[in-house]
T-cell receptor, first 112, second 112 residues
Framework: SQTIHQWPATLVQPVGSPLSLECTVE??????LYWYRQAAGRGLQLLFY??????ISSEVPQNLSASRPQDRQFILSSKKLLLSDSGFYLC???????????FGQGTRLTVV | QKEVEQDPGPLSVPEGAIVSLNCTYS??????FMWYRQYSRKGPELLMY????GNKEDGRFTAQVDKSSKYISLFIRDSQPSDSATYLC????????????FGKGTTLSVSS
């Protein structure tokens, strides 16, 4: 069966510090991978998606970037965090048929 | 007009009640419709998945899709306190883009 791992679960970082969140998927090949951010009262905002290694599409211009160095690994990064980057970050995967998506348990990021 | 509209609630019902959760959408290209349940501080989990119009039943849960009205519903029968969560609708279509589009979620509270 497929599983998705996302870490860390909680992170507190100072403004201006770098960020690296990692997500890996097991039990499937060539998944579509996604990074979402969920802010209170604002629903799920798609940040990045990837249909293959090195292929990243950005949905919202901002202080974040994403990379996919391996087929089942997706990384969310920032060089300098802003207060507004605080939120609940979710990684997700879907099959190539791109129907339902499956989520990791999320990372709650607080920028102080 | 947002692509997917969902009343955020909160919705409070007594145990045993029938709950109706709804979303409307504007993009007629959506073909796949999903409901996710999200407990506090956790990632969303897929609850129901429906293709095109019609009904789908799974235990106490029934999903309905009316493409002519661009309206989807989730019914929960005999609601339980463990059903207290945020419910997000999501949808996708091959001509609507790569990633799922989510509603903002409805917060449900079932009291015993």
């Amino acid at each position: 069966s497929q599983t998705i791992h996302q870490w860390p679960a909680t992170l507190v970082q100072p403004v201006g510090s770098p960020l690296s969140l990692e997500c890996t998927v097991e039990g499937t090949s060539n998944p579509n991978l996604y990074w979402y951010r969920q802010a209170a009262g604002r629903g799920l905002q798609l940040l990045f998606y990837s249909v293959g290694i090195g292929q990243i599409s950005s949905e919202v211009p901002q202080n974040l970037s994403a990379s996919r160095p391996q087929d089942r690994q997706f990384i969310l990064s920032s060089k300098k965090l802003l207060l507004s980057d605080s939120g609940f970050y979710l990684c997700a995967w879907s099959s190539r048929e791109n129907t339902e998506a499956f989520f990791g348990q999320g990372t709650r990021l607080t920028v102080v | 007009q947002k692509e997917v509209e969902q009343d955020p609630g909160p919705l409070s019902v007594p145990e045993g009640a029938i709950v109706s959760l709804n979303c409307t959408y504007s993009n007629s290209a959506f073909q796949y419709f999903m409901w996710y349940r999200q407990y506090s501080r956790k990632g969303p989990e897929l609850l129901m998945y429906t293709y095109s119009s019609g009904n789908k039943e799974d235990g106490r849960f029934t999903a309905q899709v009316d493409k002519s009205s661009k309206y989807i519903s989730l019914f929960i029968r005999d609601s339980q306190p463990s059903d207290s969560a945020t419910y997000l609708c999501a949808m996708w279509g091959a001509e609507a883009g790569t990633a799922l589009i989510f509603g903002k979620g409805t917060t449900l509270s079932v009291s015993s």
